[in-house]
């Protein structure tokens, strides 16, 4: 199977930022994912924010796990450097990669599964170390490519496309998020670039552990059980030599929220969103004040979206650590190796 690839050449007319790229430049290769997907709206948010920050494309390094989420970064920063991991283990490779070098921006792109369950183990550790990055949560409460069975962040209560009702009690990565230490949490929707855009800006330019959970609407698994033109009736009825599957087109759902505002979302299984935007004069640098405000409407069946919780003063895991201002890739050889003399110097200070 092929692809279309977007053209190289851009029109001499398109506007460039302040080093010199037009936002082509932040652009990737054409989306494999379902027509409407949230996670489509993510990546050009990113984009937006990356060309809005006048950052050199090469300057960032994406990271991610595995997942419909974690596909993305094909889509976005085609000029960057890029790592797929392992599922659930983007934090920790982001975390090696960051202490050998410094000097480059680094984007964690990850879904609620990759995150929530497999890597939750991955994601406590990077938040409460201090890790510098920007760490986006692609979060649609489903395993979209194992076919749509709950994530560990889908509400309790909530029904899956065949009606069985999830049991389990949801895990809330901003709250984790704000508990571990996180210096700059926020959440928002796919839908609502306005909001979305500045949120990215803020965590990639932020000096510490910064995390933004985005509900990402997942289009593919919203037909109901009974109807002749789902896929498991046509699975059932047709006999066939090969799966194929079909997903119909879909229109992106957008929204527009004032601070302060509450907007019922209507997704395309006819269920609704309820998403409270944080009103002017919130106090964003209490992290307690902000875990209690979120508790508080989370009861009422809302979800915050907004920037959470800011330190002005964060400070990242380099400065935890005393490392050296040279990123490592670039020290030498009697820097990483002082020899014997030093070392026994280190292991005496160590008894």
């Known amino acids: 199977m092929t692809y279309i690839t977007k053209p190289r050449l851009h029109h001499p007319s398109l506007e460039t930022n302040k ?20 996670h489509d709206s993510i990546s050009a948010a990113i984009i937006q924010a990356c060309w809005e920050l006048d950052v050199q494309p090469h300057r960032i390094a994406k990271l991610s796990g595995i997942g419909c989420s974690s596909k993305t970064p094909d889509y976005f920063l085609g000029a960057s450097h890029g790592f797929n991991t392992v599922h659930g283990r983007m934090p920790s490779v982001l975390t090696g990669a960051n202490l050998a070098n410094r000097d480059l921006l680094y984007l964690g792109v990850s879904g609620d599964g990759d995150s929530a369950s497999i890597g939750l183990g991955q994601f406590a550790h990077a938040m409460r170390r201090g890790v510098r990055m920007a760490y986006i949560v692609e979060n649609n409460g489903v395993y979209g490519l194992t076919k749509g069975q ?5 509400d309790q209560g909530s029904k899956s496309k065949k009606g069985v009702v999830n049991s389990d009690s949801a895990i809330d990565l901003v709250a984790m998020a704000l508990q571990l230490g996180a210096t700059y949490v926020g959440r928002g929707f796919s839908g609502n670039k306005e909001q979305l855009v500045p949120l990215i800006k803020g965590a990639m330019a932020h000096g510490g552990a910064a995390f933004i959970d985005v509900i990402s609407p997942c289009v593919a698994f919203n ?25 119909s087109q879909r229109d992106e759902i957008t929204v527009q929220a004032a601070p302060g505002e509450v907007v019922d979302v209507r997704q395309h299984d006819g269920s609704l969103l309820r998403l409270r935007s944080l009103h002017e004069g919130y106090d964003a640098t209490d992290r307690y004040a902000a875990m209690a405000y979120m508790q508080q409407h ?24 005393n490392v050296t201002a040279t990123p490592l890739n670039a020290l030498g050889v009697a820097d990483l190796c002082p020899g014997t003399g030093k070392l026994d110097k280190l292991n005496a200070s160590l008894r």
Do not use: Q
């Open 19 to 38: 080093v010199g790229y037009t936002r082509r430049d932040y652009e990737g290769k054409i989306s494999t994912l379902c027509a409407g997907c949230g």
């Open 223 to 247: 037909n109901h059980p009974g109807s002749t033109k789902s896929y498991d009736y046509i699975r059932e009825h047709n006999e066939s030599v090969s799966r194929i599957d079909f997903i």
């Open 150 to 154: 709950f994530s560990a962040t889908a």
């Open 298 to 321: 989370h009861s009422r069946g809302e979800v915050l979206t907004g920037l959470l919780y800011v330190d002005p003063l964060a400070t990242d895991l380099h400065t935890s650590m």
